[in-house]
């Protein structure tokens, strides 16, 4: 039994390998061409919308009471249009969720500068503090430079994202397949 179960870690730990070496790659090609991985992201946020849309609609009509539905109804609408909106021209979208981007990584910033101060001085609060003034730098960057921005952001941290994710999922994989080499 035991030997059963190694061997399901084991071909499971494979294919989180494989998963691991597409995601490096797919992140290594949203690094590599950002405008093109920004327009994937764009296109996929919009059919999210669109299904998400016709699934409020969906759940509108299936046992709410009628002061309810209304608003239901309303949400699904404004979600199957968003996403209507943003598969008929992703270059707005992309430059909608640039400026949504670095104005996230501002108000983040903030958070983060006021709860370093209200840390200290507590260790680990410079951590804080660092993470807050480079959030605050990025997001700065890229609000003062935007739409100029809106060609490279998304895709280039999206990639980056991958990248890490990627890499991550790799060694933990990897120390699962030794464990489960060792224990057989």
């Known amino acids: 039994m035991a030997d059963g179960?190694?061997?399901?870690?084991?071909r499971a730990s494979g294919w989180s390998i494989a998963l691991g070496i597409l995601m490096i790659l797919a992140g290594m090609f949203a690094i590599f061409a950002p405008l093109e991985a920004g327009f994937v992201v764009v296109i996929v946020v919009g059919w999210m919308a669109i299904f998400n849309g016709c699934a409020q609609l969906f759940y509108a009509f299936s046992g709410h009471e009628a002061?309810?539905?209304?608003w239901e109804v309303l949400l699904g609408i404004i979600y199957?249009?968003?996403g209507i909106?943003?598969?008929?021209?992703?270059l707005g979208?992309?430059?909608?969720f640039t400026l949504l981007i670095g104005s996230f990584l501002i108000v983040y910033a903030i958070f983060a500068l006021i709860l370093a101060f209200r840390m200290r001085p507590a260790p680990g609060w410079g951590w804080v503090l660092f993470d807050g003034v480079i959030t605050l730098i990025l997001g700065v960057l890229i609000y003062i430079h935007w739409p100029g921005t809106s060609d490279w952001v998304i895709?280039?941290?999206?990639?980056?994202?991958?990248?890490?994710?990627g890499v991550s999922r790799l060694m933990i994989s990897l120390a699962v397949r030794r464990l489960t080499t060792r224990s057989a």
Do not use: D, E, Q
């Open 93 to 96: 979208g992309l430059l909608a």
């Open 155 to 165: 895709g280039t941290l999206i990639g980056v994202s991958f990248i890490v994710s």
């Open 85 to 90: 909106y943003l598969l008929m021209h992703p």
């Open 80 to 82: 199957i249009i968003a």
């Open 67 to 70: 002061k309810h539905r209304w």
């Open 5 to 10: 179960i190694v061997g399901g870690i084991r």
